[in-house]
């Protein structure tokens, strides 16, 4: 083979028109000749695991991961932190596996998306190619929803929907709350993450009250009359906590929380009653994350996909996967995410690398801690219908389960959370 040295090769370049790919951000994310360029914004368990997914199956591709976080705290498993049964820091992951497998992971926030030219722009204005792009950026709240509350508000009357700083502030709350004190939790109207996750926590909660502060109470003011798992967390409530916990439908209090005030540390439902919270816990309704917006991937609250591979609605090149995406009867989860990880990444290598397609299949399972080795799951599977998503096999845990049992789904929620980390930040 004739060697082309460098500079006949830019005379050779400019005679046929070809270019070099300006990213904007530095040598580090020049693209080269060749390759597909795969941008993710999101690194939980949707954009990790797709990252993942491509460059182990496809090393030949260009995958660059743009999270803002250098270190995820998961959003699940969160509650059991706050129960006392995980560290802080064992819910917590670096990068570093997915770098070494050489995945540009950039700690920036993504700004914009230019979908015409095939960009997306940092907040520090850099800006970089695609050819296609997965938006995985969980979720953002609808702070107006309650009136007087706020991002700001929320450094005092915490969400902890998003894991790290706010789970801390929550469990600091729970550590220094006065025994015989009143806990009280604004759960969220669905849709939103995690169907389970606020009766999971509030189980989790009420141990820790059980456990450290005798005498107190938790009240939990819903705006739904049915959540998921509904019968199990009502049997766990009073077999374990039933002088705890008070579930208060939105019968009896016209819809739920409707206003907080920040400073007199109190909430007021629908119906007018005012309640005064030592702690308070409010979780806002919810929408896609903003960038998703942004991209145009969202109609109303939500970003609607084809059940196929995943691929928004509404914008070529573009697939939105976890929370941010709308899949109707499939819940939005941490194993929704990485199965549709799955789907996506194999999509994305059959255009750009012409690797064989495959039937879109799904799954998902959520567990739920209730006590001390008791757990129950609920889940199913799904296919892919002309125009959504149809639901197979669904599974639910059955109230009066063994211990035995219950301890076996406990066990196997634990084996499941190292297996999905270990997928997200490739850490064996």
């Known amino acids: 083979m004739t060697r082309i040295d460098r500079r006949k090769f830019v005379q050779l370049a400019a005679s046929v028109g070809v270019s070099a790919v300006a990213t904007g951000v530095g040598s580090s994310f020049a693209i080269a ?4 360029k795969v941008v993710i914004i999101g ?35 969160s509650n059991l932190y706050l129960g006392g049964f995980r560290t802080l820091d064992s819910i917590t992951h670096d990068y570093e596996g997915l770098k070494k497998l050489g995945i540009k992971v950039v700690s920036e926030l993504a700004t914009g998306v230019d979908t015409a030219k095939k960009q997306v722009t940092l ?30 508000a929320a450094k005092t009357m915490p969400h902890a929907w998003k894991a790290g700083v706010q789970t801390q502030i929550l469990k600091t709350q729970l550590k220094e709350m006065k025994a015989g004190g009143t806990v009280v939790m604004a759960a969220p109207p669905n849709p939103f993450r995690c169907p389970p996750g606020p009766y999971e926590r509030a189980s989790m909660i009420a141990h820790y009250l059980q456990k450290h502060k005798p005498g107190s109470k938790l009240m939990i003011f819903d705006p739904k009359e049915k959540f998921s798992k509904m ?41 007018g009653e005012v309640t005064k919270a030592d702690v308070a816990n409010i979780i806002p ?110 599974f639910i845990s059955k109230t009066g389960e ?11 929620s634990l084996s499941w959370y190292d297996s999905i980390t270990n997928e997200m930040f490739v850490k064996s």
């Open 402 to 412: 063994t211990d035995e049992l219950r301890k076996k789904t406990f066990n196997e």
């Open 33 to 36: 000749e060749g390759k597909g």
């Open 231 to 271: 019968a199990l967390f009502q049997e766990g409530w009073l077999d374990y906590y039933q002088d705890i916990i008070e579930w208060v439908s939105p019968e009896f209090t016209d819809g739920g929380v409707k206003k907080v005030d920040v400073s007199a540390m109190t909430v007021t439902t629908g119906d």
């Open 43 to 77: 690194g939980g368990a949707g954009g990790a695991s797709v990252a993942h997914y491509l460059k182990k199956s496809a090393p030949q591709l260009d995958v660059t991961l743009i999270e803002i976080q250098a270190k995820y705290t998961t959003c699940f498993f």
């Open 285 to 394: 309704a919810q929408k896609a994350g903003k960038i998703a917006h942004i991209a145009g991937c969202a109609k109303g609250d939500w970003c609607p996909i084809n059940p196929k591979d995943f691929s928004s609605a509404l914008q070529k090149d573009v697939y939105v996967i976890g929370d941010s995406s709308i899949a109707k009867t499939m819940p939005k989860s941490a194993f929704s995410a990485n199965s549709q990880a799955r789907v996506v990444a194999n999509a994305i290598q059959a255009e750009l690398v012409g690797k064989r397609k495959f039937p879109a299949r799904y799954r998902n399972t959520c567990w739920s801690m209730i006590s001390v080795d008791n757990s129950v799951k609920v889940g199913a599977n799904y296919t892919a219908g002309p125009d959504s998503l149809v639901t197979k096999d669904k």
């Open 123 to 152: 907040k520090t204005g850099d800006k970089i190619s695609y050819d296609k792009l997965v938006l995985s950026p969980g979720i953002d709240f609808k702070y107006d929803a309650i009136e007087g509350y706020s991002a700001e």
